[in-house]
């Protein structure tokens, strides 16, 4: 019964592709595998809109939105009406093609990026021997496309939005990748399911998540930060802060494509919290040996809300970054943390997971932060601020 | 032919012509990312899935991100009155034309062009691992130390060194 | 492998068209990319269909021809710029102060 309910999904497309012809099953299994996942995230999408709305709402000590339905839950569907009905204004100079195609890459690739992670037990779209690669892929392509976006209008808030944001997301895909090869290392496969299921297991009260070990917790720290700059999301957000360059890279969208630019972008925040699911906090895995009877889904969807839910919070309470400032920590604090990182990793292979590797990796990474982070109080301190006319 | 190899090699040929060919040197670069992509997927169509995720990273995620970035640094404004090609353009044309039916009569007319797929050929991810640590390890240290020496090179050459022209600055300015 | 082989000459040809024909400094390295990654298609295809046991040394020169690859492209590219910054052209017909 308990395994029923894990393997339900599993089953169930099983059961449906027994029914179909043999002559159009393999098409019949692409489009059952797709299918629920678009689904599930175009839903995810909708609920993280008005989480979000109401979250930084209570945050910033308002109410959110509350006037669409019971305390505003039917707002993502006037949003959705709304953008589906807006006029979608061209500009007259703009590149008709490079206009129509780059929110299309955007949604292609964010898409993309799913079909390698794993939902739950064998409920993976894509097992390829080389998932994390694939994934890291995709996301070299989502850069391509924002340039093109940016080039199209002629506009040249545009283009420098396009730039700035091309440039944030080169600088930090170098950290993104580096604090991954640690867990690469230790798991010993580029296959994202070979890495779920080597964080099975309970060694006493903890599972044997990667981000219970010192270097583990490190790299899940640099990875949602390097996630969080890739996915241009506060506090990253310079490309496309509203009181900086009108709106960066999509000032000239309107209507449809712009709701494609929004969803692009949650798409591909929410592959990347999945992939920091699938690499640090165990996959699908419980973190109590007692709970394991709850379906790995489930578990797989607290894990993602979690995460969403501290993205939001994160959002609401930390100051944008200036662009320099945004350069300066991707490579003088993250990518020598991340390479610090890394050989406290190669080097908890051999002093093993008990106190001896806990003191000498630990001490490592800790060592790294405190001198790194020093060298980011950025030289001059405060003045004491001065009142013009209040003295 | 199969079906899906014939729509790469359009692919493939489309983006080289259109990145020969075209006007607008954004619109050729893009062309050419677009001919990596297609590339990317013969590779993959031929088994070599690493090759074909390193090609999309390097290449697309960062050659031809950075060919747009220079070329959009070193645009002149609206000169559409000027002439895409070179001066001398028959000659280079005619040489390349007989470059590549050579080449594909060379190998249409080769004993080799019909053999099977050899089934050994198969390149798991630990196998490429234990081997570029084992016996390509040397080549692997010195791309190291090659890729650190262009990276330095590439970052004085673009450094904007503005010293000769304010000379009370002391700080020299970043590079873009 | 026929397919293959015509692709690659393809690629290679027209690589070096751009480098030839076209007059932006920028094209000339578009051109070398274009040959380099014919020469790389190549490989993988005698790799899969070749004479040889199948040895992983294709792939491992693939792997190391794209990043000098890339190493090459990032530095002609600066120097592209630094000649820009000085000359005002990017125009390769105007580049011949050492012409003797």
């Known amino acids: 019964m308990i395994e029923l309910a894990d393997q339900l999904f599993v089953v169930l497309k099983r059961e449906i592709l027994a029914l179909l012809p043999v002559a159009i099953q393999p098409l019949a299994s692409v489009f059952l595998s797709i299918g629920p996942i678009i689904t599930v995230f175009a839903t995810l999408f909708a609920v993280t809109t008005i989480l979000e709305r109401k979250g930084l709402g209570r945050l910033q000590n308002r109410f959110g939105p509350n006037r669409v339905g019971p305390f505003g839950v039917l707002q993502p569907l006037a949003d959705g009406i709304k953008a589906l009905i807006k006029e979608d204004v061209v500009p007259l100079r703009t590149d008709r093609v490079l206009h129509f195609i780059a929110p299309v890459i955007i949604m292609a690739a964010a898409l993309l990026a799913y079909s390698v992670l794993p939902f739950g037990r064998n409920m993976i779209a894509l097992d390829l021997d080389t998932g994390v690669l694939f994934f890291f892929a995709v996301g070299a392509s989502t850069e391509l496309a924002i340039f093109m976006a940016g080039w199209s209008c002629r506009n040249k808030y545009a283009m420098l939005g396009a730039m700035r944001a091309i440039a944030q997301m080169i600088s930090y895909e170098i950290p993104l990748i580096l604090s991954t090869v640690g867990v690469l290392m230790t798991a010993g496969t580029l296959s994202t399911v070979g890495i779920v299921e080597a964080q099975g297991g309970f060694t006493g009260l903890f599972p044997n998540w990667h981000v219970f070990t010192p270097w583990g917790f490190a790299g899940f720290v640099l990875f949602l930060i390097a996630a969080t700059a890739e996915a241009n999301r506060s506090p990253f957000d310079l490309p496309e802060g509203e009181s900086e360059l009108v709106a960066g890279y999509f000032t000239e969208y309107s209507g449809f494509k712009f709701a494609m630019f929004f969803f692009g972008e949650y798409l591909g925040l929410f592959a990347a919290h999945a992939l920091a699911i699938t690499l640090f906090l165990g996959g699908w895995h419980a973190p109590v040996a007692f709970l394991d009877w709850v379906p790995s889904y489930l578990w797989f969807f607290v894990k993602l809300l979690g995460l969403i839910v501290l993205s939001i919070w994160v959002r609401g309470t930390m100051p944008r970054l200036r662009s320099d400032q945004l350069m300066v920590f991707a490579w003088k604090f993250m990518l020598p943390m991340a390479l610090v990182n890394l050989l406290a990793a190669g080097l908890w292979r051999f002093t093993g997971a008990g106190p001896l590797g806990w003191l000498i990796c630990g001490s490592l990474v800790a060592i790294a932060y405190v001198w790194l982070g020093s060298h980011m109080a950025l030289g001059k301190p405060m003045p004491k601020r001065q009142y013009r006319f209040a003295e | 032919m199969n079906f899906d190899l014939a729509i790469l090699s359009l692919i493939i040929a489309a983006g080289s012509i259109g990145a020969i060919l075209f006007r607008d040197l954004v619109h050729s670069v893009l062309s050419l990312a677009v001919t990596f992509f297609g590339l990317a997927g013969v590779y993959l169509r031929l088994g070599a899935e690493f090759i074909a995720f390193s090609q999309v990273i390097v290449y697309v995620g960062a050659v031809a991100i950075l060919a747009l970035f220079v070329v959009i640094l070193t645009r002149k404004g609206e000169r559409a009155a000027e002439s895409r090609f070179s001066a001398d353009r028959l000659l280079p044309l005619a040489v390349c034309s007989m470059l590549f039916v050579g080449l594909a009569a060379a190998a249409w007319s080769s004993s080799i062009k019909s053999r099977p797929e050899l089934a050994s050929a198969t390149a798991s991810m630990r196998q490429l691992g234990r081997e570029l640590m084992s016996s390509y390890v040397v080549p692997l240290e010195v791309l190291g130390l090659l890729l650190t020496a262009c990276m330095i090179g590439a970052t004085i050459l673009a450094l904007n060194d503005d010293r000769e022209s304010n000379p009370d600055e002391d700080k020299p300015h970043s590079s873009h | ?100």
């Open chain 3, 1 to 100: 492998m026929l397919p293959y082989l015509l692709i690659s000459s393809l690629l290679f040809s027209s690589g070096l068209a751009a480098a030839l024909l076209r007059r932006n400094a920028v094209m000339v390295l578009i051109g070398i990319e274009l040959m380099l990654n014919a020469a790389n298609l190549n490989f993988i295809v005698f790799w899969k269909y070749g004479p040889g046991p199948a040895t992983l040394s294709p792939i491992l020169f693939v792997l190391f021809s794209i990043a000098i690859a890339a190493a090459e492209a990032g530095v002609g590219l600066a120097l592209i710029l630094a000649i820009h910054r000085h000359r005002q052209t990017t125009n390769v017909d105007e580049m011949d102060s050492l012409r003797g």
